[in-house]
């Protein structure tokens, strides 16, 4: 229930970002509710279509579908207040990015997946919502390119996940310093202003 | 019978404007009958893969297969022609929009998908092949920021097709209904200029 | 044992396109290593996915997984030497182009295609990742564009392979001809300048 709860809270933040970004974009309804529902399903869906869990769990269950609806129409209407809060956002972040790369990691085990594809795709759990929400609107998708440290904090959480799954430990003693490996390095990243490498110009 | 001439003239249609735009943006033999395929077939393909029908019917179905290639064919040749029948290639258009979504969401519900779900993959199998065409055109899809009524009536017939089977409604006393619901909204909508709003600017 | 050498070659030889691409975009580690992995493998991932086979073998088996990453970190610090290999690069190109399409071809009719959907996903294998590269990159895929003769050899040598398979020949019978019709067609329309043809401009 708690698992849950979190689960839905990631789905809810990440949603608000692609909504968001469909209004910045000048986006209609629709768009703004497409952006909120793959930025928020969409790592979860190709994770699911990758290991063959269909139809993926949060489109076959209504609960994982009415956040990033209720997202969505909240940014619709109230854009301009959400778009004010953006640091409390970036903490929820942190946060949606530790929780999504642990549970994909852990359903990606628990579907026969070895530690290292189930590392994986708790990484793609995580950035594959915002590059479909950054293809959707025109743009280069940010986690490729920024040098932000986002992407490899997040698979830095599912390794230990997966690892862990491997090894038979229990699954609280495994996911929440795994979630809190992602949280802690991605929240210090931002406050210390840490980058991840980028190559040498010519 | 019948149902199979009504989804390959969908099928057609949407090809002929996957293909226009590969002609108007300058590809080549290849992009032109890539984009046919991608715009008649794609929406079909992606709600298949998320239900777990594999290979999708319409890949594996030669007849299926030929109406793109046939209409890309024909775009490749006769696009001046093709592109002076933009009015009744708009009417055709919401035939395949009625079609696409109804068919798309009573093969979601046969294969276990509750009515939400299913609803929604009705409107993924109307709209996810323009999607996929506009973003190997290199530009923003169309459905999600242009205000026209189009995901939205889709979304209403494939709605109350996904509600009639869970009711256990005979097919056609379902599908005939839904259909003419989003064609006559889609149809109206042009004809009498609705909008589906779009977020404040501020 | 000397098809996964020269299936891990074609791997390589794309994966290293893909990062190269990143590096010019100025992507970051993230991005080189996703651009990397994503142009090397993302084609067969399409048609994995399209026939069912999940987890996808190449996300499965560590030793697809490390060649992708190898290229990506060689690409990251030694691009300006792999940039001025641009001509041996196009010849593993294309004997890359072979071996996928046949690859491909094979692993759809092994897993019940017909000849012609296999076909069809013998050249997904192969123009897949490349269009999921260039998505990525924010440009127009470069295969539907340019003219080159690229997909459409492609095409031959799977539908070759294809045929084959359904008519019961041995696979070494199949795949030899079969791969060498793609390399040497591609390579003669380099060498000759021949090229695919485009529709008319009005």
Do not use: K, N
């Not at 390119?145 to 090894?167: N, R």
């Not at 929440?176 to 210090?188: D, H, K, N, Q, S």
């Amino acid at each position: 229930m708690l698992l849950l709860i979190l689960d839905l809270l990631g789905i809810a933040v990440f949603a608000v970002s692609g909504a968001l970004l469909a209004v910045r974009q000048r986006f209609d309804i629709v768009g703004v509710l497409v952006l909120a529902a793959m930025t928020g399903l969409g790592g979860g869906w190709i994770r699911d279509v990758l290991i063959g869990v269909t139809p993926p769990t949060s489109l076959a269950d209504w609960r994982y579908l009415i956040v990033p609806v209720a997202c969505g129409l909240l940014a619709f209407w109230f854009h301009p207040a959400l778009e004010r809060m953006d640091r409390p956002v970036i903490v929820f972040d942190a946060f949606g990015l530790g929780l999504f790369g642990v549970a994909g990691a852990l359903t990606a085990s628990e579907h026969g997946a070895g530690p290292v594809p189930a590392a994986i795709l708790g990484m793609v759990t995580c950035i594959g919502g915002g590059i479909i929400r950054d293809l959707l609107a025109g743009r280069v998708p940010v986690v490729l390119t920024t040098g932000e440290l986002y992407a490899i904090p997040a698979l830095a959480g599912s390794a230990v996940a997966a690892v862990g799954f491997e090894l038979g430990a229990p699954t609280v003693a495994v996911a929440v310093p795994a979630a809190a490996l992602t949280i802690g390095w991605r929240l210090l990243a931002i406050w210390r202003g840490w980058r991840a490498p980028s190559p040498r110009r010519t």
